[in-house]
């Protein structure tokens, strides 16, 4: 009982509770501008999430692992089919990046989309998105976590016709997989990231690559891939693979320094009509090889 009046007593401390004020107001200014994107009930809902997530950090809760994971229905404005998040989790913010801040929603400037890839796909935010706007396409959708490819598979179901589901890690080559996971509770489950086994190490999943993944489709080439991997497209795009010259469109989402450095080298190959950002995806929009490249390719296929 004296710990826990000694932690209640730190929470009232002038500063700490200034701070807490701070966030719980920054908190309720993102209900009003939910509401127009998302209709009021999903609105209300995230900030009584939020409000959950505040109430636990100010109580330095730290048994956050504990806590229920049950799922919450949103019913997004415009959409006929609910998206299922999970209590005390990062699912939120994916819902506030994709349908708030849309982050997909230069998309249709690239029509027409037939197929496109989801890779990193989370729990299927995106894909729900994209295969609402377009309902011919068809969708390669790629999750290494079994956890978040589970409530993916639940979300996107609606569309399964049009999906083939890969539970696995995007990869430039065939290899063994490790997930690297934060620690429970963080509310992190959008930022696992997967890493190549070493020789003798047990993998938690397989990989696949998109020159892989693109051989198995009936058309030539991707309309659009949308990519994120946590870090792992600097060595998904370090030796500039093929599955790149047969892309129309890229949205991509680059993890640090090194990340970036790998896709200006990318540039200095490949061109696109419309370069920009939204939030934190690089949209890359008639995506296509600089012609320098496309004449060493011809000119090497004619020497052999």
Same mark, same amino acid.
């Given at each position: ?78 959409? #006929?089919?609910? &998206?299922?998040?999970? =209590?005390?989790?990062?699912?939120? $913010?994916?819902? %506030?990046?994709? +349908? !708030? ?44 976590? #079994?956890?978040? &490819?589970?409530?993916? =598979?639940?979300?996107?179901?609606? $569309?399964?016709? %049009?999906?083939? +589901? !890969? ?138």
């Amino acid at each position: 009982m004296g710990w826990e009046k000694s932690r209640l007593w730190k929470v009232f401390l002038p500063h700490k509770l200034f701070v807490a004020v701070g966030h719980l107001l920054k908190l309720l200014s993102s209900f009003p501008k939910d509401i127009r994107p998302l209709g009021f009930q999903s609105a209300w809902i995230l900030l009584r999430l939020d409000i959950e997530h505040w109430l636990r950090s100010i109580f330095q809760r730290t048994d956050l692992d504990r806590m229920p994971r049950s799922l919450v229905a949103l019913h997004l404005k415009g959409y #006929p089919h609910p &998206l299922f998040i999970r =209590r005390n989790s990062s699912d939120r $913010f994916i819902v %506030r990046q994709v +349908f !708030r801040q849309r982050e997909y929603g230069s998309v249709p400037l690239m029509l027409p989309i037939r197929l496109f890839v989801d890779a990193g796909a989370n729990i299927g935010c995106a894909s729900f998105y994209l295969l609402q706007q377009f309902p011919q396409a068809h969708a390669e959708v790629i999750e290494p976590d #079994p956890e978040n &490819l589970v409530l993916c =598979r639940q979300n996107l179901e609606p $569309f399964a016709s %049009r999906i083939r +589901f !890969r539970a696995q890690g995007v990869w430039p080559r065939s290899a063994s997989l490790r997930l690297i996971k934060p620690a429970p509770g963080a509310e992190l489950e959008s930022t696992i990231s997967v890493i190549e086994c070493l020789p003798g190490e047990r993998g938690d999943v397989q990989s696949v690559s998109l020159d892989d993944v693109l051989a198995q489709q009936s058309q030539a080439e991707f309309d659009l891939v949308k990519m994120d991997i946590e870090g792992a497209e600097r060595a998904v795009l370090e030796d500039l693979p093929a599955w790149l010259g047969s892309t129309r469109n890229l949205m991509i989402e680059l993890h640090g320094p090194e990340s970036r450095r790998v896709f200006e080298k990318v540039l200095t190959q490949f061109s696109a009509d419309r370069t920009d950002s939204v939030g934190d995806v690089t949209v890359c929009a008639g995506w296509r090889p600089r012609p320098s490249l496309t004449s060493s390719r011809a000119d090497a296929l004619a020497s052999s």
